[in-house]
C-alpha cells in the first residue's frame, strides 16, 4: 500500500508540476521554517482521525483516506510543485482532540486534516486554512422520537461530545432557556450513537454533518436513527498548521483558492458525500465561491 | 514550536472551577472505589487462604476474572453491556433512572478490578506468616474463624501496608479512566479545558502536578499508619 500510494502520489504531483509551472510563483522554501523543514526531511507530514468518515478516517486497507485529506492532497501537490521535489514522501500522524494542538504547535505535523473547527480563540494557537465544510450542533434521536427541536429535549437525558463546541452551545441554551437538559458525555461519535440506540439518553447533540452520516451508514437496523432540529452553532471546518508561517499560510490558501475555484472541492464533496445521499449545501457552496480568490 | 504559554487560563473562571470539579470526583471515584476494593479484596483473600476448597476456588475464579481483564474493557462491560443483559426493567432502571450512573459504574468496575489485586496481597499477607502461627492458635484452642481475627489477620495486615499503598495509588491513578464512561474527572476536565481554549498543555501540565500531589499525600498517610501500627520486633524494619 505505501509503495502504491507514493506512485499515486507522485504521478499526481508530477501534473500538479505541469499545471503550477505556468504560473510559476517563486521556486523553493524561501524564508518559510515550515517549507525548509519539509524540504529538509524530504517529506510532509499530515496528520490525520482515524475515525470521522468520510472527512478524515482509515479505510478498510489500513489507507488514510477522506474529502479533508483529498484537499489536503491538494496543497500537497503545491508543495511538491513549489519546492520541486516530485518524490516528496506524504507520511501521516495520526491524531485525536487531545494532542492535535500540540502535534500542530511543536511542528510534528505540518498540516492538520480532519475535522477542526475554525475559532478565534485557537486562532491564538494555531493557523487555519479557507473554510472547507460548514456544519452546525444538531441532535441524533431515535427515529420514533417525536422532537424536532433541542426545545422539545426538556428534562430529557442528551449525549454531547467531551470538550466539544456542541457542548458549549447547549449548556449555555440550557443555562438560559432553563431546559433542564442533563448532559452525558461521550468520548466519540460511536459511543454517543450508542447511548441514542441503547436507550440510555434521548439525543446526543453534535456536528450535523458528522451525524447525518452516522445515520445514514451505521444506524442499526437501517434508519432507526434521523438528525433533527436547526444549526445551534455555527461550525466551519479548516485544515491546521502552524502559526506564523505565512510563506506556508500563503501557499496553502492558493491551494484551496484553486480547489474551490476549478470546481475540485465540489467533485470532492460529491465523491465522498453524494454515496450517503448527502448534497452540497448552499451555504458551503457560497463559501467556496467566495473563498475562490483571483490569482 | 509556535505554542503560545499562558498559564493564567488556569486560574480564570470558569476553568478553576472545571479542574476543582474534576478533582472533587477523582477524590469520589478514588475513595468509594478503594472502600470496595478494601472490603471485597480482604475477604476474597481470607477465602484463597481458607481449608474449604470451594471456597478457595470462588477466590482463585474473582482473582483471575477480574485481574485478566484490562480495566478499560471492564469499564465498558458495565457501562455499556451489563444493562441489556439484565431482565428490561432492571436494565432500564440502570440507565435511565439510576442517580449518577457514570459514577456508580465507575466506582463498581473500579472497585471490583482492585479489589482482586487486593486480595493477592492480602493472601500473599497471610501465607507469607507462616504455618507457625496458624497451627500455635489452633493449639490454644482457637477456632478458626479466631486464628483469623486475632492473630493471621493482624500481622497480615502489617505486612501488607506497602504494597497496599501502591494499590491505593493505583486507584486514584486509575480513576482518569472514568472519563470513557463519561464521567469529567481530573483528568476529564483538562480535556475539556483544552477543547475549549487550545491550551492544553497547560491544563494537562495542572492535573499531572495534582495526581502527584493526591499520590505523595496517600503516600505520607500510609507511612504515617505503618509507623503508628508497627509491633515492635515482629518484623524486621528498614
Redesign the interface.
Known sequence: MQGRSFWCYSIAGLWGAIALAAQAHAAGPGDSPILKRIAARNAITIGHREASAPYSFIDRDQKVEGYSIDLCMKVVEAVKARLEMPSLEVKYVPIN???R??LV???TIDLECGTTTNTL??Q???EFSPIFYITGTQVLVKTDNAAKEVEDLKGK?V?VL???SNE?SLRMLNDTEKLGIEL????DLGEGA?LVT???VDGFAADGGQIKVYAATKAQPKGALKVVGRLLTYDPYSAMM???DLEFTLLVKRAFADAFRSPEAEKLYAKWFGPLGIEIEPELKTAFAIQALPQ | MTYRWDWSVLVSEPYLGWLLTGLGWTLLVAGAAWVLALAVGVTVGVLRTLPNRAARTFGTAYVETFRNVPLLLQLFVWYFVLPELLPAPVGNWIKRDLPLPEYWTAVIGLGLFTAARVAEQTRAGIQAIGRGQAMAAAASGMTLAQSYRYILLPIAARNVLPPLTSEFLNVVKNSSLALTIGLLELTGQSRQIESATFHGIEAFTAATLTYVVLTTVVIVALRAVERLVAIPGLMARA
Do not use: D, F, M, P
Open positions: 482532540t487531545t494532542n494542538i500540540a504547535a511543536n511542528g480563540s485557537r491564538e494557537q494555531v437525558r449525549a467531551q470538550g466539544s458549549q452525558v458525555y461521550a468520548k450508542l441503547s436507550g440510555r502552524q502559526r506564523g
